[in-house]
């Protein structure tokens, strides 16, 4: 699998609700998607970029920073409640009918701006071993499900999430557990085309820094990201 052909790509919808137009938020100096852009950009397998969006506005942006966007996402595609499984099949049925279909896409979201286009490198190199359908990024879990994650049972009463028969009484003798984060997942045309979620497939994972794993779902989250950015720069 030496020739493999990769395609960049960034699923960005318009009508975010927890930050307005988030996609296009202006993030340290640039658009957020600007920056997934730019990452993308550093990675020379990726000799495209596409941008899959529902927003003329997020599309025009898009293109001012150096990516496509060959077409516009159905609205169908674009809810709170649309997964983003539908706009990846999305793309690569368009693909299929209008261009050439890369081996594999690699989403770049735009939610994680700290990322190092090493991880996402570090993410098609994980997957041109030929054992995955998918790799995902991820953290070590701070909370494990196994000794500090809790549930309210039906009755009202809290309990372990996830019971088990193991003598966990602390995090060293808990079973190591992962954060999954959105810094880039590396996944097979095929697989996607024939599939209907991720996890149906053979996931590999690369492991994230901390202070590059950050996932931008809320203002607070953004407020977050944009301090540690500052530091980092600093």
């Known amino acids: 699998m030496n020739n493999l ?3 960049g790509c960034i699923f960005a919808r318009g009508g975010s609700k927890g930050i307005p137009n988030k996609n296009i ?4 100096g640039k658009p957020l998607i600007a920056w997934s852009i730019d990452h993308a950009k550093k990675v020379k397998k990726l000799k495209r970029i596409i941008v899959s969006t529902d927003s ?3 599309a025009k942006v898009a293109e001012k920073y150096g990516a496509e966007v060959p077409f516009m996402r159905p609205k169908k595609l674009a809810r709170d409640t649309s997964p983003e499984w539908y706009s990846w099949q999305h793309l690569v049925n368009y693909l299929s009918k209008n261009d050439s279909l890369p081996n594999a896409i690699v989403s770049i979201p735009t939610s994680s701006p700290l990322r190092s286009h090493i991880d996402i490198e570090d993410c098609i190199k994980k997957y041109k071993s030929g ?3 998918a790799i995902i990024t991820a953290t070590k879990s ?3 499900p196994y ?3 809790v549930k309210k049972n039906k009755k009202g009463f809290i309990d372990l999430f996830k019971k088990n028969n193991l003598d966990v009484s602390n995090r060293q003798k808990a079973p190591i557990t992962y954060d999954l984060t959105t810094v880039c997942y590396v996944v097979s045309t095929k697989f996607i085309k024939k599939q209907k979620k991720l ?3 053979k996931l590999g994972i690369v492991e994230i820094p901390e202070e590059r794993s950050i996932d931008i779902d809320t203002l607070w989250d953004f407020k977050i990201a944009s301090l540690i950015n500052s530091n980092l720069k600093k």
């Open 25 to 28: 938020k202006m993030f340290n």
């Open 142 to 144: 701070k909370r494990s």
């Open 147 to 149: 000794f500090n994650i």
């Open 199 to 201: 996890f149906s497939g």
């Open 56 to 58: 003329k506005k997020i």
């Open 5 to 7: 052909e990769f395609i």
């Open 131 to 133: 054992k995955f359908d």
